[in-house]
């Protein structure tokens, strides 16, 4: 059947959205076994873990004491969205989240454009937490046994500085690469996580950061907000300018949320249980942010923050005189953040084994082994590509991409509720609608992401056009003719 271009672009993929609750009972469906405490620990879990521990250290300096505003400004963000992805979660029950739900409603194209942001999403975070990994285990190894990393073994070559970008010959931040390696032998054998198992890592970093909030407090100055807006933010950054551009940084330590949709077809009562289990851990996730931000920006200040490795070890430590409170808070970031990339690491191997499945890229990314049930020629070439981007860029480069990618992809998934609510017109499926219609929350998620992007650097925009440019190229010279909707 011919098709003209418009029709290809604008194609869709015929989602099954009438049995939701009675997919359990098929064959080839996944098992409805997930309730909502573990569902809203998944979300929790895939959150916290990667940005808390590293971004103050980027955003403070940009934003100064305001830092506190720029999480707020996030979660706001975050949450229009969440409430977003509750309504399309059950109404598509179909695995790949914001790929899928774009792939059934707004086309083919911006499913793939939508793809391409996830890729960079979760390619680069895994890059980023391997980064910031790299800088507790340092401070763990200097604390417990007085020895560190050489400079040489956890510096990048690719550095940016307030003169431009920088080329350390010889330089390699090893650690990171040797993160990226184990979790690639874990992922190719085929390891897997239960929900139970995830819910008591979760436990155990929230508990960490309970530790450093009450140890915090109890050098809290109140000085130390003052001014509370940043003069001159050291990075060319003044008053509210400066609390955009740190909102837009932060907005990284939020993008695990959409985590809780890409459980929606294992989910018991998912109607009711997925929209509440989306924004209980946004609840969770912004109360845990704001009391590390309160008490951190009380306990050391802002000028402080640049260039700070391992900067909540660092602050337990200068504030108690004693190595311990470092040591155990590191030794919990070091245990927490490996399990979070070793689940984004499997998270992007997914997306392209979805992508892939459809056709869109090349079919080596879906092949399977029959011995172990994971592909692991895609999980080879996933990590090659994370290690390298860990070990040799800088993660200045790194946590705004991250931020580009999850806000564009987060503009999608708010366009398709009105087109979702267009397509199923009176036969639309009862369940959590978002409030206020199919333009309002959308619309307002739209332009507040819009709003975060504005604070990004012209590099990440640089960045940001020559990828999207690469995966035009790839849908119209390769996926558009591939498509097994073609």
């Known amino acids: 059947m011919n098709q003209t271009l418009v029709q290809k672009l604008t ?56 830092v506190i505003l720029s999480f707020l400004i996030a979660a706001i963000t975050a949450g229009l969205t969440a409430l977003c992805y509750a309504e399309l979660s059950f109404r598509i029950p179909a695995s790949g989240s914001s790929y899928s739900f774009a792939y059934a409603t707004v086309g083919e194209f911006l499913a793939f454009i939508m793809a391409a942001c ?30 560190h990393i050489p400079e040489l073994l956890r510096t990048p070559m690719i550095v940016s500085t307030a003169h431009g970008i920088e080329i350390h010959g010889g330089h390699i931040n090893l650690p990171p690469i040797i993160l990226v390696c184990l979790c690639c032998l874990l992922l190719v054998r085929g390891a897997k996580e239960s929900a139970t198992t995830n819910a008591i890592m979760v436990l155990v970093k929230l508990a960490i950061l309970i530790f450093f909030v009450v140890i915090a407090f109890s050098g809290f100055d109140i000085n130390n907000f003052h001014p509370f807006f940043s003069p001159d933010g050291g990075v060319h950054y003044t008053g509210v300018a400066g609390v955009t551009a740190a909102a837009a940084t932060v907005f ?11 459980a929606g077809e294992e989910v018991r009562n998912p109607t009711r249980n997925v929209p509440i289990g989306i924004l209980a851990a946004l609840g969770i996730v912004t109360l845990f942010y704001m009391l590390v931000a309160v008490a951190a920006m009380g306990a050391q200040p802002a000028a402080k923050f640049a260039g700070q490795e391992a900067g909540l070890a660092v602050i337990l430590q200068n504030v108690t005189g004693q190595t311990w409170p470092a040591l155990v808070l590191a030794a919990g970031a070091v245990i927490s953040v490996f399990s979070v990339t070793l689940v984004t690491i499997y998270g992007q191997t997914r997306i392209l084994y979805a992508i892939a499945k459809d056709g869109l890229i090349s079919k080596s990314f879906q092949k399977v082994s029959p011995r172990t049930g994971s592909p692991v020629q895609n999980t080879l070439i996933v990590c090659i590509v994370v290690g390298l981007v860990a070990g040799f860029v ?31 017109g009176a036969s639309a499926v009862k369940g959590f609608r978002v ?52």
């Open 11 to 66: 194609r869709t993929k015929p989602v099954d959205n009438k049995n939701t609750e009675q997919a359990a009972s098929s064959s080839n469906s996944l098992h409805r076994s997930i309730g909502l405490f573990p569902l809203t620990m998944i979300g929790v879990g895939a959150t916290i873990g990667t940005g808390i521990f590293f971004t103050m250290v980027e955003a403070v300096p940009k934003a100064g004491p305001s």
């Open 118 to 147: 996830l890729l960079l999403e979760y390619g680069l975070a895994a890059s980023a937490t391997a980064i910031g990994w790299s800088d507790y285990l340092n401070n763990f190894l200097n604390n417990a046994f007085g020895w």
């Open 252 to 262: 990284f330590s939020f993008i695990g949320l959409d985590t809780v949709a890409t």
């Open 394 to 424: 800088d993660a200045t480069f790194l946590w705004d991409m991250v931020s580009m990618g999850t806000l564009t992809a987060f503009i999608v998934v708010s366009l398709a509720v009105p087109v979702m609510r267009h397509k199923e």
């Open 435 to 486: 409030p206020g219609g199919p333009y309002l929350v959308p619309g307002l998620s739209i332009g507040a992401c819009l709003y975060l992007m504005f604070g990004l650097s012209m590099t990440t925009y640089t960045v940001f056009v020559i990828w999207m440019s690469a995966a035009i190229l790839t849908y119209f010279l390769y996926g558009m003719r591939n498509s097994r909707l073609n």
